[in-house]
């Protein structure tokens, strides 16, 4: 029998690269059998290599991420073109990675699902999260975003109520489309997302064949502090767009959980790089009371037609991580990592995001989770802060005096940067208040979503509605066909009668007395039914 505490240089034979070791180094020559007084036991307590085996693996689990738990990632790069449409992009931003045509910026993409777990199915009806980690000279910029481009609500506040209605039942643990209509019925801004969702477009057909967007109204600022409010948006190249129907999804599901990971893994394997084009649309500082809408409203799209898209650059994935766990699921992506040039507008959404994501990922990933490979900046980082679990290096100055943690020091400690650009320096004069905005128009851009979808699109989204609204109470039909007809008296009256049918079909729980008001309710909405 082997000794495993003994160090190696005891064990006589010198190990190979390959050889079996502890994670103190020591070769392991028996991993089959546990350290007993006799064949037939009991064990002993000094089995270290056993309960260094076992203990690790007992919390080789960290928390998975509270949202967008299931995800695949890659590594690639984004290419400048050295100018927004046909601007110079130093008009709008002084951000280094767009300065220049070819500049190449090395990146790592997350794609993923929202609500369910980590090893849920890919099929499932759900944004698709698509966040990109671009290590650029300056640091770090996160663009954090999903494929649709826009979200449900607007007011952070009720992310967690959200979040919560779309989950399983806190009893049963079943999922339950009643408690997500429930909270979607009372929350009218979330109609022009529910169109998008319940439509084709709600089961992208896989991650690399899918829109990015990064949903929230940011800043650019130039090299004089002027700001313009921006939309990001990452359109396909080569491999286009793809949605899939629900009947499609359900046949993938059958077989496979995973087909979005394998799709992209086996793409970047066999060379097939997928490319999309980063675009962004541009509008002056400021409220913009001529538009029917609010310019920091995440419920909303910015019209094409008002606001063209411009290209800016290319972003090309050619590298599948080495290990998923320690690059993809390690992986944690910010709101607030900002680049200088690049600057937060005041949409509240996107300021709750900022709080969130840095604080979940101290929890998830833990303090010093900048200090991993996958999130470490990819320049040299120099900070006073010092210490917590799993320190890993210190980020120190090349020339900093290493007892001088702190600043401003005259002993040698690290010196602030030199501002060499304007601030960019908002003013503000108003009263504290809990409001929603004034311009909430949650109606007029959800039909005009309808109206341009293809009629398959439709006929989908009235068929995903129904098939998903039958199980629900009457008053929250109700809700939801008039918020529809509201958009579109076409749309509302085709949910109407289609779940009218289908109660008289008793192909659900609804009664009759329910589906008769819905057609009633049509016809007093002036359609019909
Ligand atoms: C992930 C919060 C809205 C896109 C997350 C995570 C949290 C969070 C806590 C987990 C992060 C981690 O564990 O690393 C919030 C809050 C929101 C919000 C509080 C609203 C107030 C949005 C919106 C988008 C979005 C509007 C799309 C633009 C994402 C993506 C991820 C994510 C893509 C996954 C990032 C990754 O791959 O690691 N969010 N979120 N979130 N969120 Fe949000």
Redesign the pocket.
Same mark, same amino acid.
């Given at each position: 029998m082997s000794d495993q505490n003994k160090p190696s240089s005891a064990t006589g034979e010198l190990e190979n690269d390959n050889t079996l070791t502890n994670r103190q180094g020591h070769p392991i020559s028996d991993n089959q059998n546990v350290r007993t007084v006799g064949n037939r036991g009991p064990t002993t307590l000094e089995n270290y290599h056993f309960l260094e085996k076992i203990t690790h693996f007992d919390r080789e689990r960290i928390p998975e991420?509270? /949202?967008?738990a299931r995800?695949a990632?890659a590594h690639g790069y984004f290419e400048s073109y050295g100018k927004v449409g046909d601007e110079p992009v130093s008009k709008y931003t002084r951000a280094k990675l767009f300065q220049q045509a070819g500049k190449q910026t090395p990146v790592f993409v997350?794609?993923?699902t929202?609500v369910h777990g980590t090893h849920s199915p890919e099929t499932l009806r759900d944004?698709r999260?698509?966040?990109i980690k671009f290590y650029t000279e300056d640091g770090n910029w996160d663009l954090?975003?999903?494929n649709l481009k826009i979200?449900f609500?607007r007011?952070?506040l009720?992310?967690?109520d959200m979040v919560h209605a779309f989950r399983p039942d806190p009893v049963t643990n079943v999922n339950n489309m009643e408690r997500m209509f429930d909270f979607l019925s009372q929350t009218p801004e979330a109609t022009h997302m529910v169109t998008f969702l319940f439509s084709p477009w709600g089961i992208p057909a896989n991650y690399r064949q899918m829109q990015g967007?990064? /949903?929230?109204t940011y800043k650019w600022v130039n090299q004089d502090g002027q700001a313009v409010l921006v939309k990001y948006h990452w359109e396909p190249l080569t491999q286009g767009i793809k949605n899939l129907k629900q009947a499609e999804a359900s046949t993938i599901q059958a077989n496979n959980y995973s087909h979005a990971t394998q799709d992209l893994y086996e793409a970047i394997e066999r060379g097939d790089y997928p490319e999309w084009e980063l675009c962004v649309q541009i509008m002056s500082d400021g409220p913009h009371d001529e538009l029917e809408f609010d310019p920091l409203d995440?419920t909303k799209l910015w019209p094409v037609d008002q606001f063209p898209f411009l290209r800016v650059g290319k972003m090309v994935l050619n590298r599948n991580p080495e290990n998923y766990f320690a690059e993809v699921e390690q992986?944690?992506?910010?709101t607030g990592v900002l680049v200088d040039g690049l600057d937060f507008s005041d949409d509240k959404?996107?300021q709750?995001?900022t709080?969130?994501?840095s604080?979940?990922?101290r929890y998830?990933?833990g303090t010093n989770y900048l200090q991993l490979p996958i999130n470490s900046p990819k320049k040299h980082v120099a900070t006073n802060q010092r210490d917590g679990q799993m320190t890993y290096r210190v980020d120190a100055g090349e020339h900093q005096n290493p007892h001088v943690n702190y600043e401003p020091s005259s002993l040698g400690g690290l010196q602030e940067a030199t501002q060499t650009a304007k601030e960019h320096q908002p003013a503000y004069n108003d009263r504290l208040v809990h409001e929603k905005i004034s311009r909430s128009n949650d109606f007029a851009q959800a039909g005009r979503t309808y109206r341009e979808f293809d009629e398959w699109e439709r006929e989908e989204l009235i068929s995903n509605l129904i098939g998903n609204l039958k199980i629900c109470k009457p008053h929250i039909q109700e809700k939801m066909i008039e918020y529809f007809t509201q958009a579109d008296p076409d749309y509302g009256r085709r949910v109407s009668e289609g779940l009218a049918n289908a109660a008289r079909e008793g192909k659900d729980h609804t009664s009759s007395t329910a589906a008769d008001k819905a057609v009633r309710d049509a016809e007093n909405m002036g359609h019909d039914a």
């Open positions: 991420r509270v /949202v967008h995800g990632g997350r794609f993923s929202v944004p999260g698509f966040a954090v975003g999903n979200f609500i007011d952070p009720k992310f967690p967007s990064g /949903v929230n995440p992986a944690s992506f910010g959404l996107l709750g995001r709080f969130s994501y604080d979940t990922q998830r990933v």
